[in-house]
T-cell receptor
Framework: AQSVTQPDIHITVSEGASLELRCNYSYGATPYLFWYVQSPGQGLQLLLKYFSGDTLVQGIKGFEAEFKRSQSSFNLRKPSVHWSDAAEYFCAVGALGFQKLVFGTGTRLLVSP | NAGVTQTPKFQVLKTGQSMTLQCAQDMNHEYMSWYRQDPGMGLRLIHYSVGAGITDQGEVPNGYNVSRSTTEDFPLRLLSAAPSQTSVYFC??????????????FGQGTRLTVV
């Protein structure tokens, strides 16, 4: 069965510092991976997605993620965090062809001044 | 751009009441789905649809019904509300892209409290 693990429930980063959010997945076939961000009281916004090809994926708002098959990981990174990045971040794995996403439990990012 | 629209945004129900959460999308997407979000559990799939007239169960379908009579609408029905159904509900739609690639677009959510 598919599963996604986000080991960090909360992370606090100083504004301007770099960020890495961890995501490990379990999937029997080629995974299709996504990172979503959720601001308080809002829906989910897609940051980036990986289907195939280049393992380093660029997304919106300066985020990137690297797919590492050998480690079953899809970690999200940003070189310099802004206060507006404070939100909850979800990693998800999807089945090809239709909409059945399996989500991790999320990581809440706090940004300190 | 309306995208995915969910109504209502907030709802309080008494145990045993029934209600329908509405979801509409204006992007002509084939696929639609319902998730519930609970603290510490991420989002879990309730039901999904791959086209009008076709629905299937997700991970947590008990207590919920769906139907898909049009491409645009995918309502979620709670038959007899229970406190365990207190949650935030998200509707999503997605397209059938090249090479079967797709991405999901989410509504703003419905916060449901069952007392």
């Amino acid at each position: 069965a598919q599963s996604v693990t986000q080991p960090d429930i909360h992370i606090t980063v100083s504004e301007g510092a770099s960020l890495e959010l961890r995501c490990n997945y379990s999937y029997g076939a080629t995974p299709y991976l996504f990172w979503y961000v959720q601001s308080p009281g809002q829906g989910l916004q897609l940051l980036l997605k990986y289907f195939s090809g280049d393992t380093l994926v660029q997304g919106i708002k300066g985020f990137e993620a690297e797919f590492k098959r050998s480690q079953s990981s899809f970690n999200l990174r940003k070189p310099s965090v802004h206060w507006s990045d404070a939100a909850e971040y979800f990693c998800a794995v999807g089945a090809l062809g239709f909409q059945k996403l399996v989500f991790g439990t999320g990581t809440r990012l706090l940004v300190s001044p | 751009n309306a995208g995915v629209t969910q109504t209502p945004k907030f709802q309080v129900l008494k145990t045993g009441q029934s209600m329908t959460l509405q979801c509409a999308q204006d992007m002509n997407h084939e696929y639609m789905s319902w998730y519930r979000q609970d603290p510490g559990m991420g989002l879990r799939l309730i039901h999904y649809s791959v086209g009008a007239g076709i629905t299937d169960q997700g991970e947590v379908p008990n207590g919920y019904n769906v139907s898909r009579s049009t491409t645009e609408d995918f309502p979620l029905r709670l038959l007899s509300a229970a406190p365990s159904q207190t949650s935030v509900y998200f509707c999503a739609s997605s397209y059938r892209g090249p090479g079967l690639r797709t991405e999901a677009f989410f509504g703003q959510g419905t916060r449901l409290t069952v007392v």
